[in-house]
Every structure is written in structure tokens, then in C-alpha cells.
């Protein structure tokens, strides 16, 4: 595990020591139980005197070998945890909605540090309309390792755009402009589940990481926060900051409200007239099935706010339809991010805002300060581009808005488009 990488062994050279030490193990208790090491070489056990025997001392040697080496790894591993890591950050274990010295928006995520793309998951049931389902999973732990305040995760518009595509890994990644890639598979059979999941170094193909899931459906949460630990850890083990606050993937335990949830998100991602009135359908059953499942009334409010951007709902209509929501969703978690921005996106459209610039600064300057909270929420940094050069003409800053949202999004048309404007 130490050297692999260095001497750039395969993947399939583990696997041949491991069967190595599989077969040679047997032979080797067989061995040490029918012959000893003494002075005049290696004999058979029963033609050496016990009281002539070396085994106690030999014995004692290799007590003290292993002591050393043990204490000799302690030293190491302190070394490493207390100075080596010094530079560990401690997270605060809460979060309040404040815009208030947080970093510059429209400056450029640095290209240095851990960065990765969370590919689509791969459908290997036997039902193709379980696409969905693979699909769910695969934005789930994007969004999850986007919360990873050191790491670098490629917006779902950009990571999708490979769905299906035989593309290799460096290529995609030089694409992305992101150093790893996580990819797997589901396979989802009655109710068991098994997720397969690989992080690859794109610079040399190196598997950093990977793991079989292979359990209960129910366990499917669970299993979602897991793979978004083991990768943090992977990279970068001070990624994850010191925090005893656990990364959990939804905030919900009933599987038909989540199966629905991941229905309805399948369907707005589409982003069609007719799929986002089947995405509010699906999450209005989410809800059904479980009432206080905040990521479907945060998906509803959003979907009834994406329906008014097409013309599918007036604005007044969806204001009454997302404000009940977000409320339900401010009472309940304070500190969640999307749905104050969305609050904010929603005074926008109310009449009279673009009359009074006092007010019109301060949300427009709130919406822009969460920006570097939510690298992948695309949607913001356009309201906040649009407002800069529509309104005010500081085109240098909305095109800095902009190319801040192509490091993370690098292959979103409407960001592409927007700076061409």
C-alpha cells in the first residue's frame, strides 16, 4: 500500500500478492510447526533437544524486534497527526446563513488543492427505467462533496455532460480542469443494492480508492455518506476539517419518499415544460410520504421557481406556491443556504424592488456573498451576473462572476453564453 504507487504497480498487483500470501500462509503455519532454526541449520522438530532448544531466545528477540518497530510507528504517527498536520482546520460544527466576511465571489477558485468530477454513475440493473435511481445517487454525493469547504467539485451540468460517453479519464478531466474523478456503478435487485465506487488520479490513471457496497436498500443512505467520507479521506483527510458533524446525504429514512424525491429530480433536470410539471407531481408525493423531507420542499420550491424562469407560472403564482415552503424549510434548518438565496432570488420579482437601489443592493449583495458557499449552484451566480451587467454596466465584474462559475461549471452553455453576451 506504501510503495505500490511509487514503483506504479497495477491495479491487478495487489490482488497477486494477496493470493500469494493466501497460499503461502497455510504452508508457512505447516512449516513452523515441523521444523526449527538452531545453530546447525534448519531441522525437524522432533530431532531437536528440547532443553537444547534456541526457540525461547529467538522468541524474546522477535518480542523486542516488534516493540521497537511498534514504538518506532507510534512516534511516526504522532509526528504526522501533531506536526506534520498542524495546519488542520477545525470546523465549527454549525452554520448560520451570514454574508459577512466570507471570500471575494468573483475571484477564481485556485486550480491548486484537491479537485474532482463525480461522474454518472453507471445503471447496471436489470430495468433500464432504473436510471434514475443511478443517476439520483450520483448528484447526491456531488452535492455532498461539494460542502467540502477545500475541495473542488465540477458542477452537475459539467460532470452529466459525459453521461454515455467513451471518453477517457484524462480526457475528461482535462475538460473538467479537475485532478481525480470519482466514477462508479449501481445495481439495484428486489431489496439489496450494490454500489461500486472508484476515485482515479487522472494524471497517471492511479486508483486512489475504491470500495464495494454491497447491502440492504434501506441502507442506501447510509452507504451515500459513507462513499462521500471515504473519498474526503482519500484525497485529503483534513479535508473533512476535524468536525464531529457527520456529512449526511438526505434528510429523510423513508425510501418511497426518497425513490419519489429522485424521480422528480430526474425530471427537472430534464428542464422541459412538460418535465418540470411531472417533477412537481413526484415531489408532492415525496411530501406525501414524508412531510418533513426538507430536500423535496427545498426541490419543489425550486421547481416552482425554474416553472415561473419558463413561463410556466406567473410570478405571483409561485411565490405563493415556494414562500410557504422556504419557511417551512428557514424554521426548521436556519443555517441551509439554498433556500435563503432562493428567498432573496423570489424579492427580486416582487413589484417595485428595482424602484428602491437601497434594498435592491443589499439582496443583490447577499445573493453575491453566498456564491463561494455554493461553487455548483450555477443558478445564482447568473441572477448575480445578470443583475451586474444589466443593471449597473460593471461588465468586468459580472465576466469575473462568470469565469468564476467556468472553473466549477466549464461546459454550462447558459454560463457560456452569458459571458459571450
Not at 445503471?123 to 435511481?133: A, G, H, I, T, V
Not at 464495494?212 to 482519500?234: C, G, H, K, M, W
Not at 421557481?305 to 410570478?315: H, K, N, R, V
Request: aromatic share 8%; glycine share 6%; net charge negative.
Amino acid at each position: 500500500d506504501v510503495v505500490g504507487e511509487i514503483l506504479e504497480l497495477p491495479v491487478w498487483g495487489g490482488k497477486l500478492i494477496l493470493l500469494m500470501l493466501a497460499v503461502g500462509f497455510p504452508l508457512a503455519l505447516i512449516f513452523a510447526w515441523a521444523f526449527e532454526m538452531t545453530p546447525e541449520g534448519l531441522k525437524r522438530e522432533k530431532d531437536v533437544d528440547r532443553t537444547q532448544s534456541i526457540a525461547p531466545q529467538t522468541g524474546k528477540k522477535l518480542d523486542r524486534a516488534i516493540i521497537a518497530i511498534l514504538a518506532i510507528a507510534v512516534v511516526y504517527l504522532l509526528v504526522d497527526k501533531l506536526v506534520l498536520q498542524d495546519n488542520v482546520k477545525s470546523g465549527s460544527g454549525t452554520f448560520s446563513v451570514a454574508t459577512e466576511n466570507v471570500p471575494d465571489p468573483t475571484s477564481l477558485p485556485a486550480e491548486e488543492g484537491p479537485s474532482v468530477a463525480v461522474l454518472p454513475f453507471v445503471n447496471l440493473s436489470s430495468d433500464p427505467e432504473q436510471e434514475y435511481f443511478s443517476d439520483g445517487l450520483t448528484e447526491t454525493l456531488l452535492h455532498l462533496l461539494a460542502q467540502l469547504p477545500e475541495l473542488r467539485v465540477a458542477a452537475r451540468t459539467s460532470s452529466f455532460a459525459f453521461k454515455g460517453q467513451n471518453r477517457s479519464i484524462a480526457e475528461i478531466a482535462s475538460a473538467l480542469g479537475v485532478a481525480h474523478v470519482l466514477e462508479g456503478s449501481v445495481q439495484k435487485a428486489g431489496d439489496r443494492v450494490r454500489v461500486t465506487a472508484q476515485l482515479i488520479r487522472a494524471g497517471d490513471g492511479f486508483h486512489v480508492w475504491s470500495q464495494n457496497y454491497t447491502r440492504p436498500l434501506e441502507d442506501i443512505f447510509a452507504i451515500q455518506d459513507e462513499i462521500a467520507e471515504d473519498v474526503a479521506n482519500a484525497l485529503d483527510a483534513s479535508l473533512l476539517g476535524g468536525t464531529a458533524k457527520p456529512m449526511h446525504a438526505v434528510e429523510t429514512a423513508n425510501l418511497t419518499a426518497y425513490d419519489l424525491y429522485l424521480k422528480a429530480m430526474e425530471q427537472q433536470a430534464i428542464f422541459s415544460y412538460s418535465s418540470l410539471e411531472v417533477a412537481e407531481t413526484f415531489f408532492k408525493q415525496a411530501l406525501a410520504a414524508d412531510p418533513d423531507f426538507i430536500d423535496a420542499k427545498l426541490g419543489l420550491a425550486r421547481n416552482y421557481i425554474l416553472m415561473q424562469d419558463t413561463g410556466l407560472m406567473t410570478w405571483e403564482a409561485a411565490r405563493d406556491a415556494a414562500k410557504p415552503l422556504l419557511q417551512q424549510i428557514g424554521a426548521a434548518q436556519p443555517e441551509n443556504r439554498e433556500a435563503y438565496a432562493f428567498g432573496l432570488v423570489m424579492q427580486i420579482w416582487e413589484p417595485g424592488f428595482m424602484l428602491d437601489p437601497e434594498r435592491r443592493e443589499q439582496v443583490y449583495t447577499n445573493i453575491r456573498n453566498l456564491l463561494p458557499l455554493m461553487p455548483t449552484e450555477t443558478y445564482f451566480r447568473i441572477v448575480v451576473a445578470n443583475f451586474l451587467a444589466n443593471f449597473h454596466e460593471r461588465y468586468d465584474e459580472a465576466l469575473q462572476v462568470v469565469e468564476a462559475g467556468l472553473m466549477v461549471d466549464p461546459l454550462s452553455p447558459v454560463l457560456h453564453s452569458l459571458k459571450g453576451r
